[in-house]
């Protein structure tokens, strides 16, 4: 048994089929299946079964995949350990980054980080957090930016910090000429919301469920971007919450048209997580420590008082 032919079964199990899993480790078709094979002679079991289409795990192997990610992880722990005792910090490094933090967060601490860490080859992805659990899990991500906290026993959170959120009210609503929001006045039958999967939806609603509750029946207009739901809002279609950092690089015009909380503001909690395995934490202290920075100097929120942050479901 060997630590390729696990990575190799591991990549099967992932795409379901030999041919795709051999193009993505870089080998030929011939040369995975035969290694697959020998594992399988030595184990005496079958781990595939290949007369399903797509290729399925037989109840054995969906355990020895559990086993096999674990130790194919470990293995990375050697070169791990050897550029942690060497202060390296470089090679590639996979971030994944929640559609509601990639557009405002990104540009402000990517060009820093890349000049302290020339050798860091970032590969960022914006994914929800459902898809960034399950890369973490698999192994396919090192780390990711989401909103926390997420209660998921394999996965650790450091929190970088707490963006309060904003509400945007256009004229002619009914809370137009309020200067502080209180969360009592917030109704969910005029707000506009992000479409599922959106952990910044599930924070609006939960929000909102705090004072009236409705089910989700009776949600009218819902998006998959902020710009879109600024823009309904806009129309007269009812008002909306954002992220407080999607405020800062908004147009004057559509600046008069945010109102903000009374203290303390309801806020969500942002963090760096990463598989418990604790893998390539060079990098991950590293970027948390340029983020937190880059926040510091460019928000000024860090002294508000906030409520405690709105829990995903």
Not at 21 to 33: D, H, I, M, N, R
Not at 68 to 74: D, G, L, P, T
Not at 141 to 146: G, N, R, Y
Not at 259 to 269: D, G, I, L, T, V
Request: hydrophobic letters at 40%.
């Amino acid at each position: 048994m060997t630590i390729t032919q696990l990575y190799y079964v591991l990549a099967v199990a992932e795409n379901q089929n030999f041919t795709k899993a051999a193009e993505k480790c870089f080998v030929t078709q011939p040369t995975l299946s035969m290694q697959i094979q020998k594992l399988e002679d030595e184990l005496d079991v079958q781990i595939f079964d290949r007369s399903k289409k797509p290729i399925e795990l037989t109840d054995v192997g969906k355990k020895i995949v559990i086993q096999a990610r674990n130790i194919v992880n470990e293995s990375y722990r050697i070169q791990d350990i050897v550029d942690q005792q060497k202060g390296f910090i470089g090679g590639e490094f996979k971030l994944g980054i929640i559609p509601t933090v990639m557009p405002t967060l990104l540009p402000m601490f990517l060009k820093a980080f890349i000049k302290k860490h020339p050798k860091v080859k970032l590969k960022i992805e914006e994914l929800t957090t459902e898809e960034i659990i399950t890369r973490i899990n698999d192994g396919h991500l090192d780390a990711a930016i989401a909103a926390t906290p997420l209660e998921v026993d394999t996965i650790k959170e450091r929190a970088l910090f707490y963006e309060p959120f904003v509400c945007y009210i256009p004229q002619g609503h009914r809370l137009h000429g309020k200067n502080n929001i209180d969360i009592a006045h917030l109704d969910i039958d005029d707000m506009l919301l992000l479409e599922d999967g959106h952990c910044f939806r599930e924070g609006v609603i939960n929000l909102c469920k705090a004072f009236k509750d409705h089910t989700d029946d009776e949600f009218q207009l819902e998006s998959g971007s902020i710009e879109t739901l600024i823009k309904l809002s806009n129309e007269g279609l009812g008002m909306t919450l954002l992220p407080y950092l999607h405020t800062l690089d908004m147009r004057e015009n559509e600046k008069k048209n945010l109102h903000y909380f009374k203290e303390p503001s309801p806020a969500r909690e942002v963090s760096i997580i990463f598989h418990k395995s604790e893998l390539k934490m060079q990098i991950i202290e590293s970027l948390q420590d340029v983020i937190a920075g880059i926040i510091r100097g460019a928000i000024a929120f860090q002294d508000v008082k906030i409520i405690s942050p709105i829990h995903k479901k």
